[in-house]
Nanobody, 128 residues
Framework: QVQLVESGGGLVQAGGSLRLSCAAR??????????VNWFRQAPGKEREFVAA????????NYADSVKGRFTISRDNAKNTVYLQMSSLKPDDTAVYYC???????????????????WGQGTQVTVSS
């Protein structure tokens, strides 16, 4: 079981920055056995993949729409995954979710259906 709590969202002007945090509480298995990644959902749109990171931070993947602007990182000592967002655009406005699943069950890291656990989401609004 994993409980996820996102924080750090808010209202920011275009071009600004925010850092999101996803704190995980695990029971029964260590945090390093879970993949924890970021998705977002804008009003009227499907939930979409944003960024993924390997459990040991050795590799990262990003959606084309955020590549070069967002950075995902992971601190296993703190059971936390971060999303640093820079050069924000109005199109980045969405509810941002972190998602978790046991590593061996995540067959496609960019598919929402691969994850068993979700946070409540944090709203990011970028004004023009």
């Amino acid at each position: 079981q994993v409980q996820l709590v996102e924080s750090g969202g808010g209202l920011v002007q275009a071009g600004g920055s925010l850092r999101l945090s996803c704190a995980a509480r695990t029971s029964g298995r260590p945090f390093t056995t879970y993949g924890v990644n970021w998705f977002r959902q804008a009003p009227g749109k499907e939930r979409e993949f944003v960024a993924a990171i390997a459990w040991d931070s050795e590799s990262r993947n990003y959606a084309d729409s955020v590549k070069g602007r967002f950075t995902i990182s992971r601190d296993n000592a703190k059971n936390t995954v971060y999303l640093q967002m820079s050069s924000l655009k109005p199109d980045d406005t969405a509810v941002y979710y972190c998602a978790a699943g046991l590593l061996h069950t995540i067959h496609m890291f960019d598919r929402a259906r691969s994850y068993d656990y979700w946070g409540q989401g944090t709203q990011v609004t970028v004004s023009s």
